[in-house]
């Protein structure tokens, strides 16, 4: 199978989007027919680089 295929395949494919983002960007995407998954992600120490790198040399993220 050629690469041209390939991708031809996938855009054939059933669409499943995997949502880190706003809810509200899934619902938008749900309300049009197609499946959304949402992750409720956020960064380890809320974002905060110093306690990152202090959970890090604690063994406790990665």
């Known amino acids: 199978m050629s690469d041209v295929s390939k991708i031809l395949n996938l855009f054939r494919s ?6 880190v983002g706003p809810r509200s960007f899934a619902e938008v995407l749900e309300k049009q027919g197609y499946e959304a998954v949402q992750v409720d992600w956020k960064p380890a120490a809320g974002g905060d680089k110093k306690m990152q790198e202090l959970l890090e040399y604690l063994g406790g993220y990665e």
């Open 14 to 19: 059933e669409l499943i989007v995997v949502n």
